[in-house]
């Protein structure tokens, strides 16, 4: 075989042939993750795959290269990969594509959340390859509009989320239709005994590989958090984006209200930023990803819905606004930056009735998170306010006829409306 010296030698070393060498050196890839240096050659060489993997490493690359280098431009749809949410569908498909940017390959997404009639005119296109929702993927195939009956290459992504929110079935019918001999790969951040009991009636002596190291989170990542009380939080996070160096960063908020409530915040304060999360319209959320991947704007707010759907590489920050419920999920948090050898940043603010939470991250994650301080920042007495438990001071009913904004004067002078008065039946009209 000719050398390229100018290609990079490391992945034609595994295999990868000079059409996809080209677009690794334009993207920039010189030398293989751990993963890709495994899966890579054990899937050229047509073997099924158990692959578990940290987030960040570069499986899509590692499954979609020898993948893509197999599929015959002469035919149509070769492949199917399944993922547990649009936007890491929507990802898949964009990483896929730049991968095969020197080919005539076609990769085409379906995803729910878009209109039917503009997917239905791609599938109308006859890709080669399809990434997308169980839930949508199916939805075609009813419609007898996707055909994977004759597909070559099966990939399930991110298997233990599709578990957690619930495609167990929508997989098992989808599978159940390839009928043609076929290659599986299933990828996943943890592999347990559940994935092998759904794998194992459709794949054939897989290869397991197991690049994890039993870590759930990345060493790249410097974890840290900070106290502070929950009228504070917004004080803080403006006095850490003034001190810190935070080229592209998301917080995260734990609900869509806070998510919308930060984001205007933080704009009317002049601060570039905006949100993400499950409220929003499909080409809304494609159109704030995209100008975050393009860096145009700096700072995402997002809900969890996007803890597993956004893989950008320069993200340096990971501010956890509100500390998530569930550990696990601050893993998957977290695991956006610290990508692909980066160092990345991960700040968690802390209220004193969550010691317990951050206590239980701990555990999962079998390190201390140490406590950090910002230079400046002084805690501030909660606001005062009335007509609730939450607001910090001692609560009493309002006096009858008291209402919102009335002064001590006018109440006094106000007549206390009766029960008698409120519900007197309405007297009868003479005929």
């Not at 940017?101 to 006859?126: E, F, M, N, W």
């Not at 839930?135 to 290459?153: A, P």
């Not at 850490?240 to 930060?262: G, M, N, W």
């Not at 999962?364 to 406590?371: D, E």
Request: aromatic share 4%.
């Amino acid at each position: 075989m000719q050398k390229h010296p100018e290609l990079p030698q490391a992945f034609a070393e595994l295999g990868v042939e000079v059409r996809f060498l080209k677009a690794l050196q334009k993207m920039g890839f010189t030398e293989p993750s751990e993963v890709q240096l495994k899966m890579i050659p054990m899937a050229l060489q047509g073997h099924d795959i158990l692959g578990q993997a940290r987030t960040g490493t570069g499986k899509t690359a590692a499954f979609g290269l020898p993948v893509l280098q197999q599929i015959d431009p002469a035919h149509r749809l070769q492949a199917i990969c399944l993922a547990p949410t649009r936007e890491l569908a929507v990802q898949v498909t964009a990483e896929l594509r730049r991968l095969a940017s020197t080919t005539d390959l076609h990769i085409v997404p379906v995803y729910g959340g878009q209109k039917v009639a503009t997917q239905l005119h791609h599938l109308g296109r006859k890709p080669h390859f399809v990434v997308g929702t169980p839930g949508r993927v199916l939805d075609f195939m009813e419609r007898r509009v996707l055909d994977i009956s004759k597909v070559r290459f099966v990939i399930l992504d991110e298997v233990d989320r599709m578990l957690d929110i619930g495609f167990r079935d929508d997989i098992k019918r989808i599978l159940g239709r390839v009928t043609a001999r076929h290659q599986t790969i299933f990828v996943s951040a943890t592999i347990d005994e559940q994935i092998r009991r759904l794998a194992q009636p459709y794949m054939r002596d897989p290869v397991t590989l197991d690049v994890s190291r039993d870590r759930l989170t990345v060493e790249e990542v410097d974890q840290s958090y900070i106290s502070v009380e929950g009228h504070d939080k917004f004080h803080l996070l403006r006095m850490l984006l003034s001190q810190e160096q935070l080229p592209l960063a998301i917080v995260f908020c734990r609900t869509k209200h806070t998510a919308r409530k930060l984001s205007k915040k933080l704009h009317d304060a002049g601060i570039d930023a905006k949100e993400i999360h499950g409220d929003l319209m499909q080409r809304k959320r494609d159109h704030v990803m995209e100008q975050f991947r393009k860096h145009q704007i700096r700072i995402l707010v997002a809900t969890d819905l996007a803890s597993r759907g956004i893989d950008v590489s320069a993200i340096s920050h990971i501010i956890n606004y509100d500390v998530p419920e569930d550990p696990e999920v601050y893993v998957h948090r977290i695991g956006r930056t610290g990508r692909m050898g980066a160092r990345g940043t991960a700040i968690t603010f802390v209220t004193k009735e969550q010691g317990k939470e951050i206590t239980n991250i701990e555990k999962l994650i079998n390190q201390q998170i140490p406590r950090r301080e910002v230079k400046g920042f002084v805690a501030r007495p909660a606001p005062e306010r009335s007509g609730g438990p939450s607001s910090g001071t001692p609560w009493s009913a309002p006096s009858p006829g008291a209402a919102s904004g009335d002064t001590p004067t006018q109440t006094a002078t106000k007549k206390p409306k009766t029960l008698g008065g409120r519900f007197r039946p309405a007297r009868r009209r003479r005929l």
